[in-house]
Antibody, heavy 115, light 110 residues
Framework: EVQLVESGGGLVQPGGSLRLSCAASGFSFSTYWMYWVRQAPGKGLVWVSHIGGDGSGANHADSVKGRFTISRDNFKNTLYLQMNSLRAEDTAVYYC????????WGQGTLVTVSS | QSALTQPASVSGSPGQSITISCTGTSSDIGNYNYVSWFQQHPGKAPKLMIY???NRPSGVSYRFSGSKSDNTASLTISGLQAEDEADYYC??????????FGGGTKLTVL
C-alpha cells in the first residue's frame, strides 16, 4: 500500500524556518516525481514545488521562489521542503503528493506562521 | 501563474447530472492533456477522480467522467448521490513547467 506521511509542521514566527518531511513507502520512490501542494485555511489548493525522481527538474511557485527549497533522499525514501523567511501568508496545510497527475496525497501537515 | 477558472458552486438533486468547468489558457489546458480532477471532503486530503483529461482510476465510480475542448476541461457527475457533495478542484500542467489549480467548486446535493 502506498503511504505518504508528512511531518515537521507547527507554529513558527514570521521570518522563521521549518523543514517539512514526507516519508514514503509502498512504491519505488526514486522513480516518481514528487510534489508539495498547500491549502490555506478555507482556501483552495496551490501547487508549491516539484522534483524529479533523481532530484533533477526542481521547480517552485513564484510565491515561494528563493525562500523554499524542495529536495529528496532516495536512500531514505523521504521528500523534504525547507521553508525559510516564512510569512503569515504561508500558513497552510502542506500536502506531499506522488505524481500530481494521479496521486495519492498524504494527510498533510499544518504550518502556522504567527507571532 | 493565474489560477484556472472554476465556478464557485454548483448544485443538483439526487439522480441528476452536473458539469463543472475549468477554464485555462493555451499555455496550460489548451496545450497539454495533463488535466486532473480531485474531490475533497471537509478535513480530508484530496482524492483523485480523473487524470489525463478523461481517465478514471480504478475504484472511482463510472458516474465520474472528464473531457476537454480547447482551453476548457469539464468534469461531469451523473446520477448524483449525497456522498458526491464535496469540493472539486482541477489542475493542469503548464508551459512554464509548473502546475496550476482551479479555485475549487463546491458541489451541493440538494
Amino acid at each position: 500500500e502506498v503511504q505518504l506521511v508528512e511531518s515537521g509542521g507547527g507554529l513558527v514566527q514570521p521570518g522563521g524556518s521549518l523543514r517539512l518531511s514526507c516519508a514514503a513507502s509502498g512504491f519505488s520512490f526514486s522513480t516518481y516525481w514528487m510534489y508539495w501542494v498547500r491549502q490555506a485555511p478555507g482556501k483552495g489548493l496551490v501547487w508549491v514545488s516539484h522534483i524529479g525522481g533523481d532530484g533533477s527538474g526542481a521547480n517552485h511557485a513564484d510565491s515561494v521562489k528563493g525562500r523554499f527549497t524542495i529536495s529528496r533522499d532516495n536512500f531514505k525514501n523521504t521528500l523534504y521542503l525547507q521553508m525559510n523567511s516564512l510569512r503569515a501568508e504561508d500558513t497552510a496545510v502542506y500536502y506531499c503528493v506522488r505524481d500530481l497527475r494521479m496521486g495519492p496525497w498524504g494527510q498533510g501537515t499544518l504550518v502556522t506562521v504567527s507571532s | 501563474q493565474s489560477a484556472l477558472t472554476q465556478p464557485a458552486s454548483v448544485s443538483g438533486s439526487p439522480g441528476q447530472s452536473i458539469t463543472i468547468s475549468c477554464t485555462g489558457t493555451s499555455s496550460d489546458i489548451g496545450n497539454y492533456n495533463y488535466v486532473s480532477w480531485f474531490q475533497q471532503h471537509p478535513g480530508k486530503a484530496p482524492k483523485l477522480m480523473i487524470y489525463d483529461v478523461s481517465n478514471r482510476p480504478s475504484g472511482v465510480s463510472y458516474r465520474f467522467s472528464g473531457s476537454k475542448s480547447d482551453n476548457t476541461a469539464s468534469l461531469t457527475i451523473s446520477g448524483l448521490q449525497a456522498e458526491d457533495e464535496a469540493d472539486y478542484y482541477c489542475t493542469s500542467y503548464t508551459s512554464s513547467s509548473t502546475w496550476v489549480f482551479g479555485g475549487g467548486t463546491k458541489l451541493t446535493v440538494l
